[in-house]
């Protein structure tokens, strides 16, 4: 779909069509058509990848049976196809919370139940390497878009059946991977201690990824504390895999494990869906301890 050069509310006349606008508001929230991402119902399936850059699509889809394009509008481009026969979408978000949150939103509203974060990160441990994976269990928010939506006491924490899934289609794919507490900043500058122009330093950034360190936080991203508090709040599921592109502990930086992380979503959509499947024949409302994935899904 082609951009329809649409800007946004604060850019537009309100007063030049005051029957559309009756509401105070320059689009309809529940319209079939989303605002900003430009799908409806029929264009996606229940679960969708979230990378950050639209050129990363092309990057995801190559681990698909199949996609076509359902919509691309500003920094958000859909495909849908199947994956292991299973339906998948992704959706580009742009780069962080805000822009992520209005894709879960919208995405939401046409009927998406499961959300799965795909992107890279920049790993504060030391044991971490260049290309390894993240799989986050909860996010620290240190950014604003969330408080919009709920107490800043509220927790950003991943649904634990996504991370398995992740962690299954990680041990399966053989990578290398890691599981733990992530860091979603603002800021990809200032808010995540590095200097800004000419130098200059946010109060407390020198001390801050020491501070993460020292509490056991895996890595630092822009996204991942957003989707999984909107999820949470809404009753979705969400999750996140992150491939490490820099060690902020060694210095070491290399964009590597891009490939990694999209394939390991990919095979996770896969394996929730046999773990749905498995529920509702076992007649459990959760994924437990007593429900076997390997007898239900042999020849994945």
Not at 172 to 190: E, K, N, Q, V
Not at 225 to 253: D, M
């Amino acid at each position: 779909m082609t951009d329809t050069g649409r800007d946004t509310d604060a850019d537009i006349d309100t007063d030049t069509d005051a029957d559309t606008n009756a509401t105070g508001h320059s689009e309809d929230p529940n319209a079939e058509v989303q605002y900003h991402l430009e799908v409806g119902p029929d264009d996606v399936a229940d679960t969708v990848l979230l990378p950050g850059n639209p050129e990363r699509l092309e990057k995801i889809v190559a681990h698909w049976d199949d996609h076509e394009i359902a919509a691309h509008h500003r920094e958000y481009r859909t495909a849908t196809g199947t994956a292991e026969g299973t339906p998948i979408s992704v959706t580009s978000t742009g780069i962080g919370g805000p822009s992520a949150a209005i894709a879960v939103e919208e995405l939401a509203r046409v009927g998406c139940e499961t959300f799965i974060r795909v992107g890279s990160c920049g790993a504060i441990q030391p044991e971490m390497d260049v290309g390894d994976l993240v799989i986050t269990t909860g996010a620290v928010r240190q950014e604003g878009t969330s408080d919009e939506y709920v107490r800043e006491d509220y927790p950003a924490t991943a649904d634990y059946e996504v991370v398995s899934a992740l962690v299954a289609a990680a041990e399966r794919l053989g990578y290398d991977y890691h599981t733990g507490i992530t860091m979603s900043a603002d800021s990809f500058y200032t808010g995540q201690g590095r200097p800004g122009f000419e130098g200059f330093e946010a109060a407390g950034s020198d001390a801050l990824i020491e501070q993460l360190q020292a509490a056991n936080v895996k890595n630092i991203e822009m996204e991942a504390s957003a989707i999984l508090t909107l999820a949470n709040v809404y009753g979705l599921r969400a999750g996140a895999v992150c491939s490490v592109y820099a060690n902020r502990e060694t210095g070491e930086f290399r964009t590597e494990g891009e490939s990694r992380a999209a394939e390991t979503a990919t095979l996770a959509t896969h394996l929730l869906a046999t773990m749905d499947a498995v529920k509702r024949e076992a007649g459990a409302d959760r994924w437990h301890a007593g429900l076997s994935l390997e007898d239900a899904d042999e020849d994945v």
